[in-house]
Structure formats: structure tokens, C-alpha cells
């Protein structure tokens, strides 16, 4: 939702309007831009929630909520409503994503006390496991080559006494500068300044502006970090991670490693950064004007025997431009003209080809282990037929075209899993908030979870906004586990965004708990009945 797409996501946490009551998830603006939140099971949406909906909107509610005042008029201490019983279905491990400053700049644990307490809890509910990043920034910070693990090691010793399985993000992306990033993390203070006299290393954009969160992938075989290439520096960092904790590993502590390929960790372009005035619903920007990736475009373009395509399109107007409003990205635009499949073509390559680098190097350095890799949700545009913002990102994916399956086949390739962070969102919530995007994140969703599967490979996924209610939590259970699929496919696992002190909350807390049930495959006490005082705070 990155936007953390999308996305992606890190997000702003939702506020809380009563201390013990759950919060309606109100929070709605993630990295793609602002849009609806998780909603309940298709075909099961309760009245009530019709009812808050219209009150919201300012509509008459007499003569269409009679049922629901009913309801509400009633002594019982619970509201009626249609909800799936997922008792005895797959289990589905729940991991839950800890702070992304849990590990300060100097490698030391953060309130420790205060996290082993929280660790606890989470533990008490039977979660699975909880995720951590690694920062590159924070572990190989001064000096190349001499890594800082110490800080790490004291978390990884608390969540193993405790019982808990660990899921290991190697970030190779700054932190800071989304939404809800509430520490800022850069690159390696080296890196940096090979940067300010070689900028080149960082994405550039067609007016020349740099992007720091993430090297480029055109140094990828390139020895200009310190005589090492950037493939190098990667296998070196995980290398030297498996090493110093290989006793987790051996202990099946440490249960999977999700490699960063770029900007939030995601495998794409970073092509719609808020710090360049990027806002959702633009189009973005490609990301290849960068010395290497243009010598590697005009190469390509020389060996396709046009030297003069060697060029980036010169009609995609800016960041917050509309498909309709460029002459590449409209119906019948330049993107399916000879030169623009040329361009297209060897642009998701660069991607793809990248993504298999590094996995190959993440094989190499935790071999026999689980890796996986993430991939944003960038919906909008989606029912265009270019899908603009997916090209921007490196995604080929117009609607003559299938751009995820060439994806899939790569991560087969290497037997990693797929975390894809956009399976929540509802088509109809998109168009009634953002009608002019054009969005479906419904389709996107079918249309990469399919591939994956077909693939076969596992499937993973997170929740792109802090989600705290039984709404919430219906839509990720549907998601996580379809109904009537033929073949019993399911997500291989699912991660909680994000261990905060509103999770915690009374009320909350027991929403979860409840959710973390269901997602196991147990049965629940409650099905179909909706605390009477939660529903009342949601008509607020």
C-alpha cells in the first residue's frame, strides 16, 4: 500500500475514539493515497452497518433501517448478523510485524521491558510469530563490511525464550518519507557518500531528480560501492546474518526470509514518491534515467537494431498526470506502439532480472531455508486499458497482457513465496471514494494471487491499514482462505500490521484474539453476534 501500495504497507495508525471500544477503521489514507478500509464477508455486510453508512451520508434512515432500529431497540446485549464459521478450515499462521524502530540507530533494543511485556501478550493469544526488519542502514552503517548485529541478537533472544517463530525482512531501503513510517532510517552513511559524488547510484527520473530510498538496480554487476557491486553487498549483509545467527535457523526459530528488492522492500520501480509531489491517483514516473540503466537501454536498443529507442518515452507528462491526459499512456497511445512495447519489454525485464539476482545470491546464503519476496497492489488505473501506474512501476501489465505470471515464474525459480499486500481493499469502496482512478483492486488481487498460484507457490499477505474490528477482520478471513475454491488454496501465512498500544486496547485486543482463532481454523463462541456496545460506537 509500499504506497506501501499500496501499498506496502506501513500506514498511518487509526485513532481510537473510546478506550475499549474497537475502532471503526476510519484510518484512510495509505501510501497509494486515501481509500476504504477492510469491509465484511461478500454477501454477509449487516444492516447496521447499511445503517451507519447512510447516517454518515446524511440519508434518511427511517424507511430504510426499520430492521436495525428493531435491533438496537432490543435488551439483548448482542447485535445479529451473517458471519462465515471457519471452524475447521486450514489453519493459517498469524504473525504480527513489530515496530519499525524497535532497534534504535546505535543497535540497541528499544524499551525493552515495555516490548517484552507487549511480546507476552501477543503470546498469550497463541500468535504464531512476529516479523522484523534488519536494517542495512543500522547493522552496516559506518563502515562496509563490519556489521552491528548486537541489538538484534537481544530481540531475536527475547522472542525465542518466549516461545514466538521469527519472520526476518532484510531491508535494503530507507525508512522514512511514507505513510506511517514514524522513524527515518537511511542508507548506510558509506553508501551516502559514495552518493553526493556518484548519484548515479540512486533512481533518476526524466527531469534528473534522484531517489535515495533505494539504489538502483543498474549497479547491480557495477564495482562502485567501495569495489564491490551491489549484488556483492547484498550477499555479504545475508551472508554474514545467516552466520551470526545460525542457531535460529538451525533451531526453526527464524521460519522465513523476506528479501528487499526495493523501494518499502518491494519488487518495483520507485515510481510514485510522496518527496517528489507524487499523489494519489497520478500515473507516476519511470525511473531509469540513471547513467546505468540508460547505457543498458541503448545496448538493448542497438541489439533490437534501432540504436535511436534508446531513449525513454518523451510523452508521459509528470507524476500527477492521468493516462488520458499523455500520449503514451492513453487508448491507443504510444504504449502499444512498436517502440513502446521495445521500451516497456526491456523496462520490466530490468525488474525481473533483478529480482532473480538477488534471490539467486539469497539461495546461495540461506540455502534449505524459506525465502520470499513482496510485491505491491497498484490498483488504480487498473480498468484502463494501458494500467498506467503499473507500467510506471514495472509491472507489463496492460490489459492485452499478463505482467504477474513472468513474476511468478521467476520466484518458482528459486522456491520463494509471494507477499502481496493489496488484499483487502474492495473494488466498490475504491469507486465511491476515488471513482476518477479507475480502480480495481478486486481484479488485481484475483489476477496476481492466481498467477502465484498457478505457479505454485505460497502465498502470503498483510493487512495495508491498521485494522482493529470484526469488519476488518471478516475481509482478511475471506481473503485468507476463499470459499469453494476447488482446489483448498489458502494463504501460507498472514502478518499483522503492526504491534502498537491501540492493538492492545481492551476491547481491541479481543477482536484480535478472536480473529487469531479463526485464522487457525478454531471455532468461536460469538459467530454472528456483534457486541452491542461496539455497534453503538460505530453509529456514532
Not at 25 to 50: D, K, M, Q
Not at 110 to 118: F, G, I, K, R
Not at 190 to 195: A, M, P, S, T
Not at 460 to 475: I, M, V
Request: net charge negative; hydrophobic share 35%; charged share 25%.
Amino acid at each position: 500500500m509500499s504506497i506501501s501500495s499500496i501499498h506496502t504497507v506501513v500506514c498511518r495508525p487509526v485513532s481510537v475514539k473510546k478506550l475499549g471500544a474497537p475502532a471503526r477503521l476510519s484510518a484512510r489514507r495509505s501510501r497509494v493515497g486515501e481509500w476504504r478500509g477492510a469491509s465484511t464477508l461478500s454477501g454477509a455486510r449487516p444492516l447496521v452497518f447499511a445503517f451507519a453508512k447512510a447516517k454518515q451520508k446524511g440519508e434518511s434512515v427511517e424507511d430504510r433501517a426499520s430492521p436495525i432500529e428493531d435491533q438496537l431497540a432490543d435488551d439483548e446485549p448482542f447485535v445479529h448478523f451473517d458471519e462465515r464459521d471457519f471452524a475447521g478450515t486450514a489453519s493459517v499462521p498469524v504473525y504480527v510485524m513489530l515496530p519499525l524502530g524497535v532497534i534504535d540507530m546505535n543497535s540497541e533494543v528499544v524499551e525493552p521491558e515495555v516490548l517484552l511485556d507487549q511480546l507476552r501478550t501477543l503470546k498469550s493469544v497463541n500468535v504464531d510469530g512476529v516479523m522484523v526488519d534488519c536494517w542495512w542502514g543500522i547493522v552496516e552503517s559506518h563502515t562496509p563490511q563490519v556489521y552491528n548485529w548486537s541489538g538484534y541478537k537481544k530481540l531475536f533472544d527475547m522472542i525465542r525464550h518466549l516461545g514466538l517463530k521469527l519472520q526476518v525482512v532484510l531491508s535494503f531501503h530507507e525508512c522514512g518519507g511514507n505513510v506511517g513510517d514514524d522513524v527515518h532510517i537511511q542508507l548506510p552513511e558509506w553508501v551516502r557518500e559514495i552518493g553526493q559524488t556518484n548519484p548515479d547510484i540512486y533512481f533518476t527520473d526524466r527531469t534528473g531528480l534522484r531517489n535515495s530510498e533505494c539504489l538502483t538496480w543498474g549497479i547491480d554487476k557495477q564495482r562502485v560501492l567501495r569495489g564491490r557491486t551491489a549484488l556483492e553487498v547484498y550477499f555479504d549483509y545475508m551472508r554474514s546474518f545467516r552466520v551470526e545467527f545460525d542457531e535460529f535457523f538451525e533451531d526453526k526459530i527464524i521460519t522465513e526470509i523476506e528479501v528487499g528488492l526495493g523501494p518499502c522492500g518491494e519488487l518495483r520501480y520507485p515510481s510514485y514518491p510522496a518527496q517528489h509531489g507524487w499523489k494519489y491517483p497520478g500515473i507516476g514516473e519511470f525511473q531509469c534515467y540513471d547513467k546505468y540503466l540508460m547505457k543498458s537501454l541503448k545496448e538493448a536498443a542497438e541489439v533490437r537494431g534501432h540504436s535511436f529507442w534508446g531513449r525513454g518515452p518523451d510523452n508521459t507528462e509528470s507524476y500527477n498526470s492521468t493516462p488520458h491526459g499523455t500520449g503514451f499512456f492513453r487508448d491507443g497511445g504510444d504504449y502499444d506502439s512498436y517502440y513502446g512495447r521495445f521500451f516497456l519489454n526491456w523496462y520490466s525485464r530490468v525488474l525481473i532480472d533483478h529480482g532473480d539476482r538477488v534471490l539467486s545470491m539469497a539461495n546461495l546464503a540461506f540455502e534449505g531455508n524459506s525465502i520470499a519476496a513482496k510485491l505491491s497492489g497498484i490498483h488504480w488505473w487498473y480498468k484502463t486499458a494501458s494500467h498506467a501506474a503499473e507500467l510506471t512501476a514495472g509491472f507489463y501489465n496492460p490489459s492485452n497482457r499478463d505482467g504477474y505470471g513472468p513474476i511468478a515464474a521467476m520466484l518458482k525459480k528459486h522456491d520463494a513465496a509471494l507477499n502481496f499486500t493489496c488484499v483487502e481493499l474492495r473494488t466498490l469502496d475504491q469507486h465511491e471514494d476515488f471513482p476518477e482512478a479507475l480502480a480495481d483492486p478486486e481484479g488485481l488481487v484475483w489476477q496476481v494471487l492466481n498467477a502465484a498460484w498457478d505457479a505454485n507457490i505460497p502465498v502470503a499477505s498483510e493487512n495495508a491499514l491498521p485494522c482493529y474490528d470484526r469488519e476488518g477482520y471478516n475481509k482478511i478471513l475471506e481473503n485468507a482462505k476463499p470459499l469453494n475454491d476447488p482446489d483448498g488454496r489458502h494463504l501460507s501465512c498472514f502478518t499483522y500490521l503492526r504491534l502498537n498500544t491501540t492493538l492492545l486496547e481492551s476491547q481491541n485486543f479481543v477482536e484480535f484474539e478472536r480473529f487469531v482463532k479463526r485464522m487457525h481454523g478454531e471455532a468461536v463462541s460469538d459467530l454472528g453476534l456483534l457486541p452491542r456496545t461496539t455497534q453503538e460506537n460505530k453509529l456514532e
